[in-house]
């Protein structure tokens, strides 16, 4: 609550940490699942707050993929007419996540891109991101698991273990198309675990919302920009439409 209190304290001063502390108003509302507030407070950001990126963030948890990939492409390309290599692959291995969810095959080439636009750079976080979106792309292949149980040392290695949520999501992609009740109950444990102190709680409700599973006696939901039920339509959907991709010969 101080550090919140101190980023509105600079949000509100004018100066030339405005914006940055008013992204991190966003990330803040955004992890507590606020999402109202964090999209309220995203448009205010413009490009110094990074505002296409916080927009892509907060529209991908709704379960709107396409439309998170349409704000990171936006985030890539004012990066590129800045000339901020890093800050350009941060929005283009997002946007392959995103994008992984609902078309493997776009994904595939946004993860190209992304690979070309992180050569020569030592960005660990984004490399992760990359590799998260492979996941995502891949869910149904048999090695989907092992991959995970790998990244995921990485990330403790990394010290990035903030990351291990959206690893978790990945993988409850994989188990729910395959319809693996056992582990997806172990994936939503660690989750639940993982997000006891209420920052990014709503990874459970998406990873429930993915399986048709109801969500548990007691449980507060986020703050959805839309309603819960069309929330959790649109991520059952994610899978159902994998599902037939899967069947369909490639």
């Not at 890539?76 to 996540?97: D, I, M, V, Y």
């Not at 020569?120 to 149904?140: E, F, H, K």
């Not at 172990?186 to 639940?192: E, G, H, N, V, Y």
């Amino acid at each position: 609550m101080a550090a919140d209190a101190a980023c509105q304290q600079v949000a509100e001063s004018g100066g030339r940490l405005t914006q940055a502390a008013r992204r991190g108003l966003a990330q803040a509302a955004r992890l507590a699942s606020d999402f109202p507030t964090a999209l309220a407070t995203a448009r205010t950001l413009g490009w110094e707050g990074r505002h296409q990126r916080v927009l892509g963030d907060l529209h991908w948890i709704q379960g709107k993929a396409e439309r998170a990939a349409e704000a990171y492409l936006a985030g890539r390309l004012e990066a590129e007419q800045h000339a901020k290599a890093g800050e350009a692959a941060h929005n283009q291995a997002l946007r392959a996540l995103a994008l992984a969810f609902i078309d493997p095959h776009r994904a595939d080439e946004e993860l190209d891109l992304a690979a070309q636009l992180l050569a020569g750079l030592d960005l660990r976080a984004t490399t992760i991101n990359a590799a998260m979106a492979s996941l995502v792309r891949d869910a149904g292949s048999p090695d989907i698991e092992d991959r995970a149980r790998t990244l995921r040392t990485e990330l403790d290695v990394a010290g990035l273990t903030s990351t291990t949520p959206t690893l978790e999501i990945a993988l409850a992609v994989h188990q729910a198309l395959l319809d693996d009740h056992q582990a997806l109950a172990a994936t939503i444990s660690r989750l639940r675990e993982q997000t006891r102190d209420g920052t990014f709680a709503y990874y459970t409700d998406i990873a429930h919302f993915m399986a048709d599973l109801p969500l548990p006696d007691g449980h507060t939901p986020p703050r959805w920009l839309d309603d819960e039920t069309a929330t959790r339509t649109r991520w059952r959907t994610v899978i159902t439409t994998r599902r037939d991709l899967l069947r369909t010969p490639q």
